[in-house]
């Protein structure tokens, strides 16, 4: 497994709240145990006191992300360069996998957390992802939905840095908006053109004589 799939833990917890919606899925035990998704042995330290660590966190991480769609690089890498002292991890050789040939392990590199309870271990993970994600493919690769209200969180891994929307669904929504606000220009400008050709005509036929 590559380090840098540890950063949709980031993308993850961030998505758990919709600030300009007023939503906010981060409310429970369950809500953090299902962020960890395979992970369960670390889900299982989860308590309600983690509700309101992980709600922390998760304003920082989208601190990093708004900086990184700002274009503020240095704030960006700051910011999470301050969760990667707070929240360490150690790297570890994992081999749960296996070769098909010779049904020996496949060797990769894995986070190994040692926190004291859920967040930290999670926060850990995220903040390595991230920073793999980063120092690999660029700040510009970390954005912020375009379709307003949205915002939600992605990381872009498109062949030439194009993508503006979390999700094809906002994409989709997004061009509909824009389709539909030419269209309404358009209306609003005929009548307009008209009126100006209208009043332009005794103009002309004044000149004339």
């Known amino acids: 497994m590559e380090l840098a799939y540890y950063s949709d833990y980031a993308v993850r917890l961030v998505n758990t709240e919709e600030p300009a919606r007023g939503k906010d899925c981060l409310t429970s ?3 953090i145990r299902d962020l960890f998704g395979v992970n369960a042995s670390a889900a299982r330290r989860a308590t309600d006191a983690d509700v309101t660590r992980f709600r922390s966190v998760r304003a920082r991480l989208r ?6 769609d700002g274009g503020d690089e240095t704030l960006a ?4 360069n301050s969760l990667l002292l707070e929240f360490p991890v150690s790297p570890q050789i994992s081999g749960h996998d296996h070769r098909d040939e010779d049904d020996r392990p496949l060797w990769h ?3 190994a957390d040692h926190p004291s309870n859920a967040t930290a271990g999670y926060a850990a993970i995220a903040a390595m992802g991230l920073a793999f994600h980063l120092t690999a493919y660029g700040v510009d690769r970390l954005g912020l939905c375009q379709a307003a209200p949205c915002r939600n ?9 194009s ?23 358009e209306a609003d400008r ?9 009043t332009a005509q005794p103009s002309t036929a004044s000149g004339e004589r």
């Open 29 to 31: 035990v369950e809500a």
């Open 63 to 68: 601190s990093v992300f708004e900086a990184a």
């Open 77 to 80: 890498v700051d910011l999470l």
């Open 109 to 111: 590199m894995h986070l």
């Open 153 to 161: 969180a992605y990381l872009d891994t498109s062949t030439n840095r």
């Open 163 to 185: 993508r503006r929307y979390c999700s094809d669904r906002c994409a989709t929504r997004a061009n509909v908006a824009a389709y539909r606000a030419r269209k309404r220009l």
């Open 190 to 198: 005929s009548p307009s053109s008209g009126r100006t050709a209208e």
